[in-house]
């Protein structure tokens, strides 16, 4: 079982105007895919610094292996989520996201639209997921089948984890 963090980026969630719908279907498809829960979670304001604060204290301090952000990958002027991503990663996994758009664009074309990154910070997988529950659920989906295979390699396996 993973241990995985998720930090919800919305300023209206944080300040108590909307319900954070992502979240309990987000926890239902790591239930279901992962047979994995949520251990850590955070809603942060779309604040670069807090955003980057928050990543940092999940994976460094609380060692998660799996950092969901939900929402802040669109193209408004509070959209930060990518940029504070870039801050806390070592590594980027370009591959996940392409295949999250690619994906997601056999529903609707505003995919075209997210600029969600994957990345790595150290022993862990940085995943940025829409904050609407299609585009969400969309990407997540597309690319759920490797986690486990890039968790595994991340964090030492042998390097022939079926990734299939």
């Known amino acids: 079982m993973w241990k995985i963090g998720v930090i919800t980026s919305s300023n209206s969630i944080y300040r108590g105007v909307r319900e954070n719908d992502c979240l309990p279907r987000l926890e239902a498809l790591l239930q279901s895919s992962l047979d994995s829960s949520v251990m850590h979670y955070r809603v942060c304001p779309d604040n670069m610094e807090l955003l980057k ?3 940092i204290e999940l ?11 939900i929402g802040g990958t669109g193209l408004s002027p509070e959209d930060v989520t990518p940029e504070a991503t870039e801050l806390v990663i ?8 392409e295949e999250m758009r690619r994906c997601a ?3 609707s074309r505003r995919s075209l ?4 990154t994957v990345g790595t910070r150290g022993n862990a997988l940085v995943i940025n997921l829409p904050g609407s529950i299609p585009f969400m659920e969309w990407c997540f989906l597309a690319i759920v089948d490797q986690i486990p295979a890039a968790l595994s390699l ?3 396996a042998n ?4 990734t299939k």
């Open 90 to 97: 070592d590594r980027h996994v370009p591959g996940l996201a």
């Open 159 to 162: 390097e022939n984890v079926n």
């Open 53 to 55: 604060e928050s990543m």
């Open 113 to 116: 639209l997210t600029r969600a």
């Open 105 to 107: 664009m056999q529903n």
């Open 59 to 69: 994976v460094d301090r609380e060692r998660v292996d799996l950092l969901l952000t």
């Open 154 to 156: 991340i964090q030492g």
